[in-house]
């Protein structure tokens, strides 16, 4: 199809691209038909016929196969070293806890970490006496400077390198594969935090290399939340004794003897009873996406996209960019002057219908390009940002409000 009738007809499959201008796939993606449509069969069934029949668990570890085989799929790695997980901080807890940590070992990581990262490493300093160092590596965009933190740093021992491979705040592309080199060759685990590069960016786990990668269902992968994926680089899953799994997938369960056994590599960091529809529901959007959509083209789509978000913001007087540019990846982080980050999204999202967020921490407005979006919703949006930044909360022109007939209460905007 043409892109614009392509575009045309995936946005008619993903309902919530209706409700407003969807801005916002670094939190969470807009869910397919096809994926409720699934979720909502399994769940039926579930209810007509219980849950607990010998069959039903057979059919489903077919079902957990499907989701590690997409998965492996859309991220370029074999299915073999992949682990199904709740969530990308499940993930990183998984890799983390599978190290037997001693006082005093050093984890490095950097100064754009996501609280899904640094609250798990928070908890081993306070367990275990681990040191946490966070390396300043400014916006992320210069990979030599990324590179260089890390390497100075690895000059004396260090356990483990944390990182992800597209900090949530500023939306650069760090250089993972690379410093997975660094930590493999100064003797440390690499653990990499992929919640804002899968289904966003091209990613390549075989050629990334890093001991352990964990990303999350519900954003660019277009998955229910409460999934996700934990690829482990089989040198260290043969080693590694995780903590926190259970080690007996029901999957690996022999129903007839009620005997289990501790499957080899990634599957032993896979803990038991997930959510069924949930995991239907992932596979099903996984499939979606690779051989309906097409990745590639979701990924040029996507990227493009946020160029043109960019560039266009950039534009704007009295706009402020905080993601580096063109080092960025499909996160575009900017501060409109004059308003506070909470400020500017509250009056976006009634004036436009647009769905953003703001980043506390650093008092920014952050948006997440997806491949559904249209050029004119990128246009609209960054008109309404032009709005704001030639005005301040107090002078900015009224919403246009609508008169309830009846009714003695404020008109609604």
Known sequence: ??????????????????????????TCGPLPAETQRAMDEQASMELATGRAGADQWAAFAQRMDEARFSLAATLVADPSDIALTHSTTDG????????????GDRVLTTSQEHPGVLAPLAAL????????????????????????AFRTALERPARAVVASHVPWTTGAVLPVARLATLARDAGAVSIVDGAQAAGAIPVALDDIGADAYAVPGQKWLLGPEGMGGLHVRRAFADQATPLSASHLSFASFDLGRGTGVLHPGARRFEATMFH??????????????TMFVGLPWALERAAALSRLAFQRLAAIPGVTMVSPSGAHGT???????GWAAAQAVGELGPRIFAIVRDLPGIDAIRISTGFWNTEEEIERFARAVELLAAHTPETIPPRRTLAVLGSDDQPLR
Do not use: C, Y
Not at 7 to 21: E, K, Y
Not at 276 to 288: E, I, Y
């Open 276 to 289: 069924r529809p949930s995991v239907v529901g992932f596979a099903r959007s996984l499939g979606w996406l």
């Open 125 to 148: 300093s306070a367990r275990f006496g681990v040191v946490v160092e966070r390396l300043d590596i400014g916006d992320g965009g210069d990979a030599d400077q990324v590179v260089d």
């Open 1 to 26: 199809m043409p892109d614009p009738d392509k575009v045309a007809a995936i946005r008619a499959l993903l309902p919530a691209t209706a409700a407003g201008i969807h801005l916002d796939a670094g």
């Open 92 to 103: 990183i807890n998984l890799a983390l806890g599978a190290l037997d940590w001693r006082p």
């Open 331 to 337: 996160l575009v982080t900017f501060r409109v002057g």
